[in-house]
């Protein structure tokens, strides 16, 4: 290969990457680690601990049973009923709460289905004395069954619509009933994505910050990450912090280890497309059946949207706009949004491309292939330490350095890069792939290099995918209530954290405009960013 | 039994860039190859008879009864694709057996007509086999072995021994023949290959953008020079 300057840069600035964030995970490790040496860890797994363990676990079966049992009638009667009017919306709107800020998704739920909520105005016209209440494991039930059970819907949907035609038309042939063709064709293809969906919806809701800390509504429903973050920020309990980050770190640890040896991941493939042509699903029975799922779909995704725009319009968002407290949060709020979203891309990019140039070698040293495998892995080895943990770690770590406000910014800068690096990792490698086989070979024939390469080939080639890439992150920064409520003040008060403390003070107008505005950004934001992948992937 | 198996009078089909429309009467107990360059309406053709395209008009006819309205399964036809024939996650009884009775309630004396089946194609003892385990020629006999515990008077084989080599092909079209001898039923074969035409079929219909251009039996059409596409598809330039 050309080993040529340009490329032993490449590595080298990729090698500093990685050991930049093994340094900034391992440092945080190491600071929990060296204070749980002080505290003495034997009496940390009293009852507390394991009361909260107990709940993550709970909270996170049942969310994914929930999802799970909602999203297969869901997307059975999207993949049978193909061709109704609004289909595409409907589709479309199940890829909404992906996009969705976590604390604006909470505050949508409660318009829906809290105190004075449509629910139980509802229920109170029909008679209901009692009303129910959305804090608690009610709640969080509800909100991860909101985010989870439309993505697990899609990637059923992708994987019914990968059944082959002949499939359908045999069963139609043979006189199979909807009961029949649900045993011998679709539930088998389900149940082959079962577990990976199972074990992602497991994963994202054990691991769930923001929607357990507003709707778990006190200590009886507190999960572990939830459980740190008040250790460190009420009760300033180091050394509890510190068990519940190492019982939180086993606990996804072992999950990933699960995931990675028994569940093959999902794969979203191009759904929306084409849809297949069945004959099933055209009697009135099955109709109605389908009808029914799909408006109750609509209605538990769609109203809390409903409910965010319409109560935010009410609010006075001239005067919100124009708020100095508005403008610095949005002022705090593109400034560690920015740089995290610039690193975390840039990062990626070197990291892709130092892999393949480690593996293009013809003779593969060991070193080579450790290297490669370590960026490989570095991109879901972050899930590991989820960004209360590495808050967690940099918060005791600072301490001794004075007031921890000051270094705040570049903490929650850092930790939302890497948050982001798995998403931007995602949707970069496949388009950097394409881009290299199409034109590295003759980029380097015809000795193109260094800043012309990045000016005439890499850039046209590669804009597209890298701004999404871009985009996607800017929106998860500017979401994120996580890293920030860690070490939230007046100095860094983002949007997320504002909206956070305007709804602590029942200025539940100003949050709702507010949860509007950051809604809108993050919902833009993320279609922008997820919105090639589709035509990019049918291209290929 | 009425002596024609299958009546198209002038059926009409209309996609976005083109309409196709078919008139044929094809008479009982027969082998039919369907034949055609890519694109002239094979496919549509075989999707109107066997019910998976609604015809905008005309009137498709099968053993005297209009089809119009009937389901696919309510249809007295059955159907073999190129492949994906076989549920992959079943059985080869399995998938046989849900030609007997669509949500598997099988009485023990289905079974034995399952084993019956595999064993008229060849394949006694393949009950408990799953398809990919299976060459592509076998996967197309337990394909046969379903059509034959099902019974229907007129078959559909849309391009089904494509994916086969050639000494396979032999064997599936001897086994065909044999099959068909033993059951009188009607047979409708799409193929690309001439081979199967001079060996199997009683008359050919040839279509050609979107009509059946011919519709002849098999001397007749094989001794044919006037029609420019049929001399393309049998090679006839060369000869000449």
Not at chain 2, 174 to 189: C, F, M, Q, R
Request: charged share 15%.
């Amino acid at each position: 290969m050309f080993a040529s300057r340009e490329n032993r840069m490449t590595i080298a600035a990729a090698a500093a990457c990685l050991g930049g964030i093994l340094l900034f995970v391992g440092l945080a490790a190491a600071a929990l680690l060296a204070q749980s040496g002080e505290g003495g860890a034997n009496g940390l797994f009293d009852d507390y601990i394991w009361r909260v363990t107990r709940f993550t676990l709970l909270q996170a079966s049942l969310s994914t049973v929930l999802s799970i049992l909602f999203s297969i009638p869901v997307s059975r009667a999207l993949a049978r009923q193909a061709s109704f009017p609004g289909r595409i919306w409907m589709l479309r709107l199940m890829a909404l709460p992906l996009g969705l800020p976590a604390l604006v998704a909470a505050l949508g739920l409660i318009e829906v289905w809290g105190r004075q909520g449509l629910l139980n105005k509802g229920l109170a016209a029909l008679g209901l004395q009692q009303p129910i209440s959305i804090y608690g494991l009610f709640g969080i039930l509800v909100a991860h069954v909101f985010f989870n059970m439309p993505l697990a819907a899609r990637l059923m949907l992708a994987g019914l619509e990968r059944i082959p035609p002949e499939y359908w038309r045999s069963s139609a042939n043979l006189g199979m009933g909807s009961l029949a063709i649900f045993r011998f064709v679709e539930w088998p293809a389900i149940r082959g994505l079962l577990p990976g969906i199972a074990g992602l919806v497991f994963m994202l809701c054990a691991t769930s910050f923001t929607l357990v800390l507003t709707l778990g509504g006190g200590p009886a429903a507190s999960t572990i990450e939830v459980a740190i973050y008040q250790a460190l920020r009420f009760d300033f309990d180091p050394p509890r912090a510190i068990a519940l980050s190492s019982l939180q770190v086993v606990l996804t640890g072992t999950l990933l280890l699960a995931l990675k040896y028994l569940a093959p991941p999902p794969e979203e493939g191009a759904t929306s497309g084409r849809a297949t042509r069945r004959f099933d699903g055209l009697s009135s029975v099955s109709r109605l059946v389908d009808g029914a799922w799909l408006v109750l779909a609509l209605l538990f995704v769609g109203l809390p949207f409903a409910a965010i725009a319409v109560s935010g319009m009410q609010a006075d968002l001239a005067r919100l706009v124009g708020e100095p407290a508005v403008h610095r949060a949005l002022a705090s709020s593109i400034a560690i949004a920015l740089p995290s979203a610039i690193i975390s891309v840039a990062m990626a990019a070197l990291m892709i491309r130092t892999q393949r140039l480690l593996l293009a070698r013809r003779r593969r040293g060991m070193p080579d292939r450790l290297f490669a495998g370590a960026i490989g892995a570095s991109t879901s080895f972050i899930l590991l330490a989820p960004p209360v943990v590495l808050g967690a770690g940099w918060f005791l770590l600072l301490r001794p350095f004075g007031d921890v406000a000051r270094f705040a910014p570049f903490v929650v800068i850092a930790i939302n890069a890497l948050m982001a690096l798995p998403f931007v990792h995602r949707v970069l490698a496949p388009a950097m792939a394409t881009h290299a086989a199409r034109t590295g070979r003759l980029a380097a024939s015809l000795g193109v290099g260094g800043f012309h390469r990045l000016r005439w080939i890499d850039w046209p080639g590669l804009r597209k995918p890298l701004l999404m890439a871009f985009s996607f992150a800017l929106a998860l920064s500017l979401g994120d209530l996580g890293a920030v409520a860690l070490f939230g003040s007046q100095d860094l008060a983002t949007l997320p954290w504002l909206l956070y403390s305007r709804m602590g003070s029942y200025r539940t107008a100003d949050a709702a405009g507010l949860a509007l505005l950051l809604g809108l950004i993050c919902l833009v934001l993320t279609m922008l960013g997820t919105a090639g992948e589709k035509a990019e992937g049918r291209r290929a | 039994m009425s002596s024609v198996a299958l009546s198209l009078k002038d059926v009409k089909v209309r996609f976005e860039t083109n309409a196709l429309t078919f008139d044929c009467a094809v008479p009982a107990g027969q082998i039919v190859a369907v034949i055609g360059p890519s694109g002239s309406g094979k496919s549509t053709l075989f999707n109107v008879i066997a019910g998976f395209e609604t015809p905008e008009a005309g009137k498709v006819e099968v053993l005297g009864e209009d089809m119009a309205g009937r389901m696919p399964a309510d249809r007295p036809v059955s159907v073999i694709f190129q492949e994906n024939n076989l549920f992959a996650h079943l059985d080869v009884a399995t998938n046989v057996g849900l030609g007997i009775s669509p949500s598997l309630s099988l009485a023990p004396s289905d079974r034995e007509r399952i084993e019956e089946a595999l064993a008229r194609v060849g394949l006694a003892g393949f009950g408990k086999r799953l398809p990919p385990r299976l060459s592509g020629g076998e996967r197309q006999r337990v394909a046969l072995a379903r059509t034959l515990v099902r019974h229907r008077p007129l078959l559909l084989l849309d391009e089904p021994f494509a994916a086969l080599d050639p000494g396979m092909r032999a064997e599936m079209r001897a086994l065909l023949s044999d099959l068909h001898a033993e059951e009188g039923n009607t047979i409708l074969l799409i193929t690309h290959h001439p081979d199967d035409v001079r060996r199997l079929a009683d008359s050919v219909l040839f279509l050609d953008q979107g009509r059946i251009v011919a519709h002849d039996a098999l001397d007749r059409f094989l001794a044919r020079r006037d029609l420019d596409a049929v001399n393309r598809f049998l090679g006839n330039e060369e000869i000449r």
